[in-house]
């Protein structure tokens, strides 16, 4: 498939790189390909970056059939420009699409697509430190059409939005409030696809938490309400004693690329790392026996977010005295490190994006 290219006659003026903020801005292009049963996914397409018509019956906006992908752009100090494992959020892609009954995409034209996209607009990939192009891949259901079944047709598109530095004051580690009413996923559910309900869904206990003044929510099992599972937008580790701890992926948890990339480097420093099932009361336990020394979460937003305090039913376990531990520190440096080449990429994570569109 060829991609056909409309650049833009009117290029937007660039926002100020130190209030980028996240997702408010969006580049001068976006890429967008529609699928019907017929002729599959076809007419990829990147043209300037503009509204969409749709039908009122759209089927995604009444059942909510519709995923979505997030990863970065990074500046290198060289001006190269960087992807971070975007394969990865590409595979997960078809494994969200297969569990919400949407068609498969072409891994390796995606990734091209993706990377003449960002090509095009790569001056709005920004320069100042800790800041990225956000990059969002996303497919919706379009039938119009209000029969309950899945659509025929959808709309594959990719935007691109510059994002600020996470954490502009230095990293300040974040209060959880853990979750005991709602639940996020069971098995068998969604908890394991980036499909957009379950964020519709967590909107209720994120609320409830910020009311409180906690800045996240940790979601326990929805079954016995004992397990941990994850944060809103975050896989979660504990460093327990010298063992590093991980809830398993056992369906109801999004498999993070950055709990993929963690596990992997703590691995390779040749440290002790567990993915198994872990409960509050066994945290609050070590908590108790000055056992947990330290606890972050992770994902594409913020990399690596230490946390300094989780609230359970009221009981507040404190780690860390309100600085980053040691692993998380070290954690932090060395992601954020390759994916803006400073450091060896060791593990072949990063592909360069190519500046031939310009
Ligand atoms: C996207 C997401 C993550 C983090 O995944 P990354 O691939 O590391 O960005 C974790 N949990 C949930 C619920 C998510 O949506």
Redesign the pocket.
């Given at each position: 498939m060829q991609i056909s290219i409309q650049k833009t006659t009117k290029p937007k003026p660039k926002p100020d790189q130190d209030n980028l903020g996240f997702g408010r801005y969006f580049s001068d292009h976006m890429f967008i390909m529609d699928y019907d049963a017929e002729k599959g996914w076809h007419s990829p397409r990147i043209t300037p970056y503009e509204p969409l018509q749709l039908d009122p019956a759209t089927a995604a906006f009444h059942y909510g059939q519709a995923i979505f992908e997030?990863?970065k752009a990074y500046r290198a100090a060289d001006n190269r420009i960087l992807l971070f494992r975007p394969e990865?959020?590409m595979e997960?892609i078809n494994i969200t699409n297969n569990r919400m009954c949407i068609p498969p995409i072409d891994v390796d034209f995606c990734l091209e697509a993706l990377k003449t996209l960002v090509s095009i607009d790569q001056d709005w990939v920004p320069t100042a430190p800790g800041t990225s192009l956000y990059i969002r891949p996303f497919i919706f259901a379009t039938d119009p059409y209000l029969g309950l079944r899945p659509s025929s047709s959808f709309k594959f598109m990719i935007i691109l939005s510059p994002v600020g530095a996470y954490y502009p004051q230095g990293i300040n580690p974040i209060s959880i409030y853990v979750e005991s009413e709602y639940t996020?996923a069971v098995k068998g559910g969604t908890g394991f696809a980036?499909t957009s309900g379950?964020?519709a869904a967590s909107m209720k206990a994120q609320a409830k938490a910020a009311e409180k003044g906690f800045v996240q929510v940790l979601w326990l099992d929805g079954i016995e309400k004992k397990y941990i599972e994850?944060?809103?937008?975050?896989?979660v580790f504990f460093k327990i004693n010298d063992e590093i701890i991980t809830p398993a992926l056992e369906g109801s948890?999004?498999p993070?690329?950055?709990?993929d990339s963690v596990i992997q480097l703590l691995k390779h420093w040749g440290m002790n790392v567990c993915e198994r099932r872990v409960s509050m009361q066994e945290l609050y336990d070590v908590y108790q026996a000055r056992a947990l020394k330290e606890a972050f979460g992770?994902?594409?937003?913020a990399v690596i977010s230490p946390i300094g305090e989780l609230n359970w039913n009221g009981m507040s376990i404190k780690i860390g005295q309100g600085e980053i531990g040691e692993v998380s520190l070290k954690v932090y440096d060395t992601l954020t490190g390759i994916q803006t080449g400073r450091f060896d990429d060791i593990f072949n994570w990063t592909l360069e994006v190519e500046s031939a569109f310009k």
């Open positions: 997030g990863l990865k959020n997960r996020r980036k379950n964020y994850e944060v809103g937008a975050m896989n948890i999004l993070g690329i950055t709990r992770t994902g594409t937003a």
